[in-house]
């Protein structure tokens, strides 16, 4: 518990910095407060703990088997499957690893059920009629950015004036293409699954660093 409230607090005083730092974008900080980093696996689950629900992971049911839909678990202490990112090659002439707030990014789970031998990098399926849902599904397109790809990219902006984050489909990478704009959050499907969605509402999150988490589950085993 103490751990945990050091790194927020860390994370809070960084963020306490951004209005310093102008109008150039901010990189994107995990819980501890280090920079979301390209080639490091992060899980990504609920900033509020508990009663928010756990981490995000795939699920097949809506499209059959593939391709498998992205879903947030129900309970909290399921953490999910681990992702990596990918950012467009010219965001803000930053040449680096790093990943910035409001900037295209691609979004793929580094794992996935071997009945389903598709991509796992995240896209928006196509509108579906019996739910009037617009989901995230996977089988999309890493890199290629243009207007043959624009579902498949995402940003990460800060929620409001909180350390979570929130996901948002509303691509940049062809500015004169016809889009959608939207907030991602959850639609409770009448299985009870929470599957990832277009929503006004949306799904507030926080960073955590694939090792941080193993590390601690294997503490965790140690000491019981």
Request: proline fraction near 4%.
């Amino acid at each position: 518990m103490k751990s945990s409230f050091v790194a927020l607090s860390i994370l809070i005083l960084a963020l306490s910095t951004k209005s310093s730092l102008g109008e150039q974008a901010e990189p994107l900080l995990d819980i501890n407060g280090d920079k979301i980093d390209m080639g490091t696996e992060y899980y990504i689950t609920s900033w509020v703990w508990g009663a928010g629900g756990g981490g995000l992971n795939l699920h097949a049911g809506r499209n059959a088997t593939c391709p498998m839909d992205v879903i947030q678990e129900s309970w909290d202490i399921k953490i999910g499957l681990p992702l990596t990112f990918l950012h467009v090659s010219n965001h803000n002439n930053q040449n680096d690893n790093i990943l910035y707030e409001s900037t295209d990014v691609n979004i793929k789970f580094t794992s996935a059920p071997l009945s389903c031998n598709q991509p796992t990098v995240w896209k928006v399926d196509d509108y579906d009629e019996s739910t009037g849902q617009w989901y995230l599904t996977t089988n999309g397109v890493e890199g290629n950015a243009g207007p043959e790809t624009l579902q498949n990219w995402f940003k990460f902006e800060r929620y409001e004036h909180t350390f979570g984050y929130k996901i948002v489909h509303c691509p940049s990478v062809c500015e004169s293409c016809v889009k959608l704009c939207s907030d991602v959050g959850f639609h409770v499907g009448d299985d009870g699954v929470r599957r990832m969605a277009l929503k006004k509402t949306p799904f507030v999150l926080v960073f955590k660093k694939a090792s941080d988490v193993t590390d601690l589950l294997i503490k965790q085993k140690t000491e019981v």
